[in-house]
């Protein structure tokens, strides 16, 4: 890779990254996308599922949702077990007939991928970007690290979409920005199985030992998660404590019990909720994981990074065809209000379905929260609609 220059440098190939780098490419704009792991692993980077209604439309819409159209499992509801009793919410009765679908991430990210080789735009893996510099000129600048040395990229603009940990947002002067941050005392252990989904919709699981989510990815493929501590170590969970442990949270007077099989992939994730604000700094702009994070029980981790590149693209391709600015100088505020909802549902969704504690007032308005949910229309609407996603494309206005 020689030094370059382009009109956007483009930090991460997730999706975020690559769906931002495809929306401009459609437009004419210049991108160049630097990823620091190898193709192979991104494309197998196992993580979120569940793709809310106006996201996959809008995927579809961008032309790189053959695919998921073709094989995303299309789900009216979701279950909620409660100590083995079900309860069905049934998202598309209560949310005008809108439907979640579920495709794993990694096959967006291939999806993605694909029609950034067809298209013949630059893209590099293995290569990291170890340093950003002139945020506030009109030349900001990346070094990028390969195993032939070092190259500078250069453009108007420098997305950072590089996830939690990433290079961009630590490179903005301390006190320019600030981090909101809560950590909750669970983690996430997750699995994806060669075992046919038992179920047919999700079901997120409060039981006496702890959380357990059903999740799925094919006809042939299974995705479970269980709540466990926040220090718990991968190892001391031998597959067959795993599923010893998901069938007991999991069980039911009223269904069968789980399908087991080979297990392909396994990991834990701390749940964390974190908010930088603004998103941008002169020219650096942030997006996706890199700006906010969820814990997954909301599955709006994925949404989220997409919604913000929805609101960057046209914000960029706006500057580029009239010169208006209008949009970028407002990008942060726009997508702030729709983290803040995804931020409050998926703290409102984890402090719900986990355990939470000894304190016995807690464990009490957590079941009354329960309780309500799967007994009040009205109430089972608002999770219906926030889970299944509000509406894309509500840019702020000055009144915000
Ligand atoms: P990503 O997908 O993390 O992509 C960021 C990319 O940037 C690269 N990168 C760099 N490249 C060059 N130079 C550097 N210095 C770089 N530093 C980093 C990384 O290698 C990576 O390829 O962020 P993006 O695009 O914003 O997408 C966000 C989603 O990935 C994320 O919100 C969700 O996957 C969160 N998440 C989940 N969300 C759900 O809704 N449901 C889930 O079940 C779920 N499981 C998860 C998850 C996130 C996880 N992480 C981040 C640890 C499971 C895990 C393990
Ligand atoms: C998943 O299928 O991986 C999944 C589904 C729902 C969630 C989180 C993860 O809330």
New binding site residues.
């Given amino acids: 890779m020689e030094s370059v220059r382009t009109q956007v440098v483009i930090?991460?190939?997730?999706?975020?990254?690559l769906l931002l780098g495809h929306l401009l490419e459609l437009e004419g704009v210049d991108t160049v996308i630097?990823?620091?792991?190898s193709l192979d692993y991104?494309q197998q980077?196992v993580?979120?599922?569940?793709i809310e209604y106006g996201i996959a439309n809008f995927l579809e819409a961008s032309g790189v949702g053959t695919r998921m159209r073709a094989e995303g499992l299309v789900h009216h509801g979701i279950e909620f077990r409660l100590d083995g009793a079900s309860h069905r919410i049934a998202l598309s009765d209560l949310y005008d007939g809108r439907a979640i679908t579920v495709y794993g991430?990694q096959e967006i990210v291939k999806d993605l991928i694909a029609a950034r080789l067809t298209s013949g735009a630059p893209l590099f893996f293995d290569?990291?970007?170890?340093a950003v510099v002139g945020h506030s000129t009109e030349r900001p600048t990346v070094t990028v690290r390969t195993s032939d040395g070092d190259r500078e990229v250069s453009g108007d603009y420098v997305i950072g979409?590089?996830?939690?940990?990433?290079?961009a947002s630590a490179s903005v002067p301390t006190g320019v920005l600030r981090r909101y941050e809560r950590v909750y005392p669970f983690s996430w252990l997750?699995i994806l199985a060669e075992a046919p989904p038992a179920a047919e919709e999700l079901i997120y699981c409060r039981h006496p030992q702890g959380f357990a989510l059903y999740s799925m990815r094919s006809p042939t493929l299974s995705r479970l998660?269980l709540g466990v501590r926040p220090d718990e170590v991968l190892d001391a969970w031998s597959d067959e404590r795993i599923w010893d442990e998901l069938t007991t949270r999991l069980a039911s007077d009223q269904s069968a019990s789980i399908t087991q099989g080979p297990i392909i992939e396994r990991?834990i994730?701390p749940m964390r909720s974190v908010v930088v604000a603004p998103m941008r700094y002169g020219r650096l702009v942030l997006?996706?994981?890199?700006a906010h994070?969820?814990p997954?029980t909301?599955?709006?981790?994925?949404?989220?990074?997409i919604s913000d590149v929805t609101v960057l693209a046209e914000a960029l391709i706006d500057s580029y065809r009239s010169g208006n600015r209008s949009g970028l100088a407002e990008y942060s505020r726009t997508c702030l209000r729709r983290v803040w909802r995804a931020e409050h549902f998926s703290y409102w969704m984890t402090t719900m379905l986990h355990q939470l504690g000894e304190d016995p007032f807690d464990n009490q308005l957590q079941l009354s929260q329960l309780r309500y949910i799967v007994s009040s229309e009205a109430a089972a609407r608002t999770l219906a609609e926030n889970y299944v996603g509000l509406p894309l494309g509500h840019r702020a206005v000055a009144a915000d």
């Fill in positions: 930090i991460g190939a997730g999706p975020a990254g630097v990823e620091t792991r991104v980077r993580r979120a599922g569940v991430q290569a990291t970007v170890t979409c590089d996830g939690s940990h990433g290079v997750g998660y990991g994730t997006a996706g994981d890199a994070i969820v997954p909301g599955a709006k981790g994925l949404n989220l990074a």
